[in-house]
């Protein structure tokens, strides 16, 4: 039985979940999409108690997704706890969705036992472990010709700090976003249209995981499921795909072993 009438929900802050933050993001392990939306004040922020002792904290977007819970941190384990606070914050707040992270520990587990459907939002890479034995793990990808290199004032093209400079034009360019959990970076990247299939995507995710490495940063990236080429860049630049970001309806709290389906 869930355990509805210890369980309690009530606004917050982040410095008063901030041990709980610091506890998520060194379980982790990985990459946190969605580690700066709190800080940035794009979620609010809620906190979980049981019989009045605090057991975890959840983010509810305010913008973007309006009613989605982004995140959700739970000291205990009991997935009967968890679902009953879930309950709980959506009745508090009307939250209508949960969003989850799959390579994050018992984050897929709740959005299934929470929602009837689950969705594939992105893909998410991650550099490859040291040692891995595979082809994608390579950094030895040539474009004749080609320079990557800063941006400079006068370069026109695809935007980004970052330049693939080739026969005297900008015909890539992307960056390395730090707003996530240290140390990892979230490499993005732009190919010029007229360009595009001749290797040049996965050149520059190649030479971005360097830039990356030399700032002491750990690489990473993510991409629409659909977005066929960028994948496909990504993962010939040597990154290696570690799990999706995903959210689904809230529709199966408190029903107990129903779970909800990927799709």
């Given at each position: 039985?869930?355990?509805?009438?210890?369980?309690?929900?009530?606004?917050?802050?982040?410095?008063?979940?901030?041990?709980?933050?610091?506890?998520?993001?060194?379980?982790?392990?990985?990459?946190?999409?969605?580690?700066?939306?709190?800080?940035?004040?794009?979620?609010?922020?809620?906190?979980?108690?049981?019989?009045?002792?605090?057991?975890?904290?959840?983010?509810?977007?305010?913008?973007?997704?309006?009613?989605?819970?982004?995140?959700?941190?739970?000291?205990?384990?009991?997935?009967?706890?968890?679902v009953a606070a879930i309950e709980a914050?959506?009745?508090?707040?009307?939250?209508?969705?949960?969003?989850g992270q799959t390579n994050l520990q018992?984050?897929?587990?709740?959005?299934?036992?929470?929602?009837?459907?689950?969705?594939?939002?992105?893909?998410?890479?991650?550099?490859?472990?040291?040692?891995?034995?595979?082809?994608?793990?390579?950094?030895?990808?040539?474009?004749?010709?080609?320079?990557?290199?800063?941006?400079?004032?006068?370069?026109?093209?695809?935007?980004?700090?970052?330049?693939?400079?080739?026969?005297?034009?900008?015909?890539?360019?992307?960056?390395?976003?730090?707003?996530?959990?240290?140390?990892?970076?979230?490499?993005?990247?732009?190919?010029?249209?007229?360009?595009?299939?001749?290797?040049?995507?996965?050149?520059?995710?190649?030479?971005?995981?360097?830039?990356?490495?030399?700032?002491?940063?750990?690489?990473?990236?993510?991409?629409?499921?659909?977005?066929?080429?960028?994948?496909?860049?990504?993962?010939?630049?040597?990154?290696?795909?570690?799990?999706?970001?995903?959210?689904?309806?809230?529709?199966?709290?408190?029903?107990?072993?129903?779970?909800?389906?990927?799709?």
């Amino acid at each position: 039985m869930i355990r509805t009438m210890t369980i309690s929900v009530r606004p917050t802050t982040l410095d008063e979940i901030s041990e709980f933050r610091e506890r998520y993001q060194s379980r982790a392990g990985c990459q946190i999409v969605h580690d700066s939306i709190l800080p940035r004040r794009l979620a609010d922020p809620w906190l979980f108690l049981e019989r009045s002792a605090p057991i975890g904290y959840a983010g509810v977007w305010n913008e973007h997704y309006p009613g989605r819970i982004m995140e959700a941190y739970f000291e205990t384990e009991d997935q009967d706890v968890q679902v009953a606070a879930i309950e709980a914050l959506a009745v508090e707040t009307g939250a209508t969705e949960l969003g989850g992270q799959t390579n994050l520990q018992g984050s897929l587990a709740l959005v299934e036992r929470c929602c009837s459907s689950v969705w594939t939002e992105k893909l998410l890479f991650a550099e490859p472990e040291e040692g891995m034995s595979t082809p994608r793990a390579r950094s030895d990808l040539v474009v004749p010709g080609a320079t990557f290199r800063r941006r400079r004032d006068e370069d026109e093209g695809p935007d980004g700090p970052w330049v693939v400079e080739l026969g005297g034009a900008v015909v890539a360019a992307g960056g390395i976003l730090t707003h996530y959990n240290p140390p990892y970076g979230d490499l993005y990247m732009e190919v010029a249209e007229a360009r595009r299939g001749e290797g040049l995507g996965s050149y520059i995710v190649q030479e971005l995981r360097s830039a990356a490495k030399e700032a002491g940063l750990v690489p990473a990236a993510r991409c629409s499921p659909d977005n066929v080429p960028s994948r496909a860049a990504l993962e010939r630049g040597g990154l290696i795909r570690c799990g999706r970001l995903v959210w689904g309806a809230l529709g199966r709290l408190s029903t107990g072993s129903d779970h909800g389906t990927i799709a």
